[in-house]
């Protein structure tokens, strides 16, 4: 069994800054790729940033110069670092874990997902 959980979300200003955590934890022997994700109401959920357990990350356009993805494969956690947000940010954010389990199966687990509200 794996857990994923996520905290940081909250109320903040427009042009202001919020740091997403997630946390990964239960029967694992290794994560690949991390991730964050966001879904509006109505809305299919949408890729923000991914990073591999290389470090190497991907961000979606609308979050590019403004979020960035980090990770401590010790800890397995990931962090999302949100810059300069808009209205158009606000939404549920969830963190998805690709893990190895300890049984050496693969699977993408979510957590419950966070609320970010980004005030004008």
């Known amino acids: 069994q794996v857990h994923v959980v996520e905290s940081g979300g909250g109320l903040v200003q427009a042009g202001g800054s919020l740091r997403l955590s997630c946390a990964a934890s239960?029967?694992?022997?290794?994560?690949?790729?991390m991730g964050w994700y966001r879904q509006a109401p109505g809305k299919q959920r949408e890729l923000v940033a991914t990073?591999?357990?290389?470090?190497?990350?991907n961000y979606a356009d609308s979050a590019k110069g403004r979020f960035t993805i980090s990770r401590d494969n010790a800890k397995n956690t990931a962090v999302l670092q949100m810059n300069s947000l808009e209205s158009e940010d606000t939404t549920v954010y969830y963190c998805?874990?690709?893990?190895?389990?300890?049984?050496?199966?693969?699977?993408?687990?979510w957590g419950q997902g966070t609320k970010v509200t980004v005030s004008s």
């Open positions: 998805n874990a690709y893990v190895q389990s300890n049984e050496r199966r693969w699977s993408g687990f």
């Open positions: 239960g029967s694992i022997f290794s994560i690949g790729s």
């Open positions: 990073i591999t357990s290389g470090g190497s990350s």
